[in-house]
């Protein structure tokens, strides 16, 4: 609330607050300072009249308190002494800085100002215009004063910056707002008991309690003081909160101890801690009061200084005393008891604030519903955060394992080739040693010199060397394995799928959330809406709307796709369904939403078809009423079908010429359309003349009764689809019931007429009561 009891202008809580014509608030002394005066008196303001934002005093004000704050003057023109009373030919000073205005050059009130400073608050103030050289305060304050006697002046709304004309009064021609003077006192006592009674300790800046817990640890990095239950709840101390450090919190800075104690005492006049605007008197925020306990001093009348409100004007919104009815502007307007009005506006903003109230209830819960977001926030990421690196540690260890499953690949491999080549060493070096050994012994042989000898065993090692030499076959001193691996590591889709390595959505579809209140029936088609849930990221390819058949049987899908909204005609009327829709997507199908439960009309409302009658029919009355353009009968249909239940219309006959034979009853939608109603197998319908009527099916002309038509007829129709009869009525006399017990499927109401005929379809009706349901005639 405290936000309502400061000025726009100052910041601070009101002091001395007056209301604009626009219904705003703001402080009398900051009203002085915002107040514009016209170009050619505002090339003349003196220095002394403007104020400084940090006191919100005029200078001088302090030396000259006036007795009546709404009454007081700015800065006293004239004498600069520490006395009373202003002086100088401009009489009192405040008058003079009260009548600072502007007008429009059509005289409307409003305006614009020339430029100006802005306080920190956006609100434009005076610009600090010197005095003349060479002149004194004094002589200045009287050249002003002088100067605006004879000035027009406005003040704009620092909220909704619309501009007000001020009149001879200045800003004493704006009523006190002394209720909201109240309202601040009692809310600065408050607060100031309040700051009394409380420890100087640092809260926790989450509690959802009132008062908030005391804090337990302050989080550097975050730089939230948390209570030891917050900390617990919104800094648990694992994932990306596990490096944050917590501290002690710090102890209040000496600006809150000291607030929290009030001032032993306070000189008149002197501005408050906060830097509020103070009175040109020096009276405190109170309205009107010395002190706490002083009575409240109740707002008078502006034009009649001495007399209180007793009267509400009616057309003006204001309260009025009585002289005002009697002598001023609102003789003639209409007015009422002030208590009366007061009582009445009390209950209409009492009203008013329980709409308010309900949105602040729907706040608190949304914001609870926000917070609850935050923290499953909180724990979802933590919770995905621990899959997401217990997923990859898993990859890793996939990774490692086939790591290991391709070194002992490479390790057999290498194994194998050393194994081949020493083999090959082993005996190739023995074959060498052979060889040697035998070329050494046959050198030797070679060397002796006998002849005989020689012969001997010439031809056995003539043999061996052949042998040795066959030993050394082609390939044979080729190596048999290479030195290089033919093991290629494939990595590159490996290293692919790591790249691409990302989030998916596998989530199903949630259930969708039907929207009862676009959800309708009319006649016997049932209209359905539906939306996904607020804060769905599923992709969703399309929905499965599912509907009952009307007795509490099996759910049949009745549609498939991306629409959220379908009708579904062609229903049982007075039957009761049950509907449900889900949706899915590349992942699944996802949950039913609830169960919707929509009952279909009681009776049926429809016309004629104008799509499936004959081309010669003529309709008018909203399709309502038929006739035809050519002497052949000719076939119109009703826009309702029906296969179950019991349905009555009737059809009076608004023109009936030359005996015609119109024929009235149900027929397929594949009838033939160019001849009598009945004269094939698709229709079952009475033909009747002005003096009997027939029943006729496949041109069989049966049930011949008496009693015909004529203008100002009225025919009745009953369809029984539960005892399979077919019943007419002219004029509320029965014509008798034809069963067509073994026929079934849809039936839509039929006429034919040619042009000497004209009816009107009434439909909707309820069977009526002295007809009842008729038994079907033995046969």
């Not at 009390?346 to 926000?370: I, M, P, R, Y």
């Not at 399709?623 to 035809?628: E, L, P, V």
């Not at 059809?651 to 034979?661: A, E, G, I, K, T």
């Amino acid at each position: 609330m405290e936000e309502e009891l400061k000025c726009p202008v100052c910041g601070s809580l009101f002091r001395e607050p007056i209301i604009l014509p626009c219904s705003h608030n703001v402080c009398l002394p900051c009203a002085r300072t915002i107040a514009v005066q016209t170009p050619d008196g505002e090339q003349h303001l003196p220095q002394p009249l403007l104020h400084s934002r940090g006191s919100g005093l005029p200078a001088g004000a302090a030396a000259s308190p006036s007795p009546d704050p709404e009454a007081a003057p700015g800065p006293a023109c004239g004498g600069g002494g520490s006395g009373g009373a202003a002086s100088g030919p401009g009489g009192g000073g405040g008058d003079h800085a009260d009548k600072l205005s502007l007008y429009s050059e059509t005289d409307s009130g409003y305006g614009s100002y020339t430029p100006s400073l802005k306080s920190p608050n956006g609100v434009r103030v005076l610009p600090m215009v010197p005095a003349p050289p060479g002149s004194s305060a004094a002589a200045a304050r009287g050249a002003a004063c002088s100067s605006l006697a004879s000035s027009s002046s406005a003040i704009t709304c620092p909220q909704c910056h619309r501009s007000a004309s001020l009149d001879h009064r200045g800003l004493r021609g704006f009523r006190r707002n002394r209720l909201l003077e109240a309202i601040v006192q009692r809310h600065q006592q408050a607060r100031g008991a309040q700051a009394a009674a409380a420890p100087a300790l640092a809260t926790c800046q989450l509690c959802d309690r009132t008062p908030p817990a005391p804090a337990a640890a302050l989080c550097e990095q975050c730089d939230v003081l948390y209570c030891a239950a917050c900390q617990l709840k919104c800094h648990p101390s694992r994932g990306p909160f596990a490096k944050h450090r917590l501290v002690q919190p710090p102890p209040p800075p000496p600006a809150e101890a000291a607030s929290a104690s009030p001032a032993p005492s306070a000189a008149p006049g002197a501005p408050s801690a906060g830097g509020g605007c103070r009175s040109p008197g020096g009276a405190s925020s109170g309205a009107g009061a010395t002190g706490g306990g002083a009575a409240r001093k109740f707002p008078t009348c502006p034009e009649h200084e001495l007399e209180n409100y007793s009267m509400y004007c009616a057309g003006c919104r204001t309260p009025v005393c009585y002289l005002c009815l009697e002598e001023g502007r609102h003789s003639q307007h209409e007015v009422k008891p002030l208590g009366a009005m007061w009582k009445q506006h009390k209950a209409q903003l009492s009203q008013a604030l329980n709409g308010v109230s309900d949105k602040a209830k729907e706040a608190k819960e949304f914001l609870v519903q926000l917070k609850n977001i935050l923290q499953q926030i909180q724990e979802n990421g933590l919770d995905y955060e621990a899959c997401l690196v217990a997923q990859c540690d898993a990859l890793v260890e996939a990774l490692t394992r086939q790591k290991a499953k391709l070194l002992t690949k490479v390790t057999k491999e290498r194994e194998h080739k050393l194994k081949m080549v020493w083999d090959q060493i082993n005996h190739c070096t023995l074959k060498l040693r052979q060889s040697t050994g035998l070329m050494e012994y046959c050198l030797e042989v070679i060397k002796e010199n006998d002849p005989a000898g020689f012969l001997q065993i010439s031809d056995a090692l003539i043999k061996r060397v052949q042998v040795s030499q066959e030993q050394w076959v082609k390939g044979a001193l080729e190596p048999k394995v290479s030195a290089e691996f033919d093991l290629t590591l494939d990595s590159e889709p490996l290293l692919q799928a790591i790249h691409q390595l990302d989030f998916i959505q596998m989530k199903l579809p949630p259930g969708p959330l039907l929207q009862l209140e676009k959800c309708c029936t009319r006649n016997n088609s049932v209209t359905l809406a539906w939306r996904l849930p607020p804060f769905t990221h599923s992709p969703v390819d399309g929905y499965i709307l599912e509907l009952d058949d009307g007795d509490g049987g099996q759910f049949r899908e009745v549609y498939v796709g991306k629409e959220t909204l379908c009708t579904i005609d062609g229903l049982h009327f007075n039957s009761t369904y049950n509907a449900r829709v889900k949706a899915f997507s590349s992942s699944g199908v996802g949950p039913y939403s609830k169960t919707v439960v929509l009952q279909t009309s009681d009776v049926a409302w429809f016309t004629f078809d104008p799509n499936s009658g004959h081309r010669d029919i003529i309709l008018s009355n909203d399709n309502q009423t038929a006739t035809c353009s050519s002497y052949d009968d000719r076939v119109v249909l009703g826009t309702a079908a029906f296969s179950k239940g019991v349905h009555y219309w009737e059809l009076h006959v608004d023109r009936y010429d030359n005996h015609p034979d119109p024929a009235f009853g149900v027929a397929r939608a594949s009838v033939v359309k160019d001849m009598m109603l009945g004269k094939d197998d698709k229709a079952w319908a009475m033909y009747v003349d002005n003096n009997r009527s027939w029943f006729m099916h496949c041109n069989s002309h049966t049930n011949r009764t008496e009693g015909g038509v004529c203008k100002g007829a009225t025919v009745g129709v009953l369809l029984d689809l539960t005892q399979h009869t077919l019943t007419f009525f002219i004029n509320g006399q029965q014509q008798g019931p034809t069963a067509f017990s073994h026929v079934d499927g849809v039936f839509m109401p039929a006429l034919s007429l040619n042009r000497n005929v004209q009816v009107t379809l009434h439909t909707g009706l309820d069977v009526p009561t002295h007809l009842g349901r008729p038994k079907l005639a033995a046969n």
